[in-house]
């Protein structure tokens, strides 16, 4: 009797390699595992030109970037701790959690003393005319017109005669470095935030304050990222990121630093520290750079 005629199929050739996520070298360097130079460098801090109290650094961005808790991760790393000092919102929203302009300082070791740098938290800017904090606000806050706990107003700017407008800034009022803080995981950004963007930019640029960038939630854009943060330079996605970022805003490169705030964790990770120092120090170099000149 003959056989049933069936016949095994033939081996299915096995799919060609996917390429490698990641660079096979760091594309920038860091200093892993350096963060107690980093701190006592940042610890022991002080302005050059002595009539200046402390180095402004004003954060703005889109809504839900990370400005707050980008400041609480760095007061995190200089108490060591966990810490909430500026307050965020869990919940994802297309508003601004934060309503005034207020200065968060950095508190030293023992009561009553800080470091000599503050950092200005803003209400995010928003799609649309009318929503979010408006880039006239953040030009006065540069020249430093703008008084702690001015509560910001999305239909007009703050004017002269306002209790809350400061008609006669000392150095120490005005922004010596601008920090855009930009979520490297967030969908691209709408025409109008883009177009304020610029705008704060080029008044920045008009009165010569140096500029940063800071890409948050990068473990959040990057699964290889997540796994382990010291792939962060070696992330082709994360910098891909980076440089359409720098095309579009017209920040350069190597004023664009990757971090990852604190947000899940209970405990600190110095993985973490690492890249929050790394994008605190040129940031406070800048600005005292700049206020030595005022």
């Known amino acids: 009797m003959g056989g049933s005629g069936s016949s095994k199929p033939s081996p299915q050739p096995d799919p060609p390699p996917q390429p490698s996520p990641l660079l096979e070298t760091p594309w920038r360097d860091i200093s892993w595992g350096g963060n107690k130079q980093a701190l006592h460098y940042l610890k022991r801090f002080q302005p050059q030109n002595d009539e200046v109290e402390h180095i402004r650094v004003l954060l703005y961005g889109p809504v839900g970037a990370g400005k707050s808790s980008f400041i609480n991760s760095i007061n995190n790393v200089f108490q060591e701790r966990m810490t909430h000092q500026a307050l965020t919102s869990a919940r994802t929203a297309d508003q601004s959690f934060t309503k005034k302009y207020v200065a968060y300082k950095i508190q030293k070791e023992g009561r009553g003393n800080f470091y000599p740098f503050v950092f200005n938290d803003i209400m995010g800017l928003e799609d649309g005319d009318g929503r979010g904090v408006r ?35 000392s150095v120490s009022d005005r922004v010596h470095v601008l920090v855009c803080i930009h979520d490297a995981n967030a969908s691209q950004m709408k025409s ?14 008009e009165l010569g304050i140096p500029q940063l960038a800071i ?10 990222t997540e796994k382990n943060l010291r792939n962060v330079y070696k992330s082709k996605h994360l910098k ?10 017209g920040i350069p490169m190597n004023c664009i630093l990757p971090v990852k705030n604190y947000s899940k964790e209970i405990q ?3 993985d973490v520290d690492t890249l929050i120092l790394s994008a605190l120090t040129p940031m406070i170099d800048f600005g005292d750079d700049y206020a030595a000149k005022l």
């Not at 703050?158 to 006669?168: F, H, Q, T, V």
């Not at 963007?197 to 920045?204: D, G, L, S, V």
């Open 135 to 169: 880039a006239d606000d953040l030009k006065l806050a540069l020249k430093g017109h703008v008084k702690e706990g001015y509560k910001f107003n999305p239909s007009s700017s703050l004017s002269a005669g306002d209790p809350c407008y400061n008609s006669s800034p």
């Open 192 to 205: 109008s935030v883009l177009q304020k963007m610029k705008e704060i930019r080029e008044a920045a640029s």
């Open 215 to 224: 890409l948050t939630h990068i473990d959040e854009a990057c699964s290889e």
């Open 240 to 249: 891909k990121k980076m440089g359409d970022f720098s095309s579009s805003l």
């Open 268 to 270: 600190l990770n110095q």
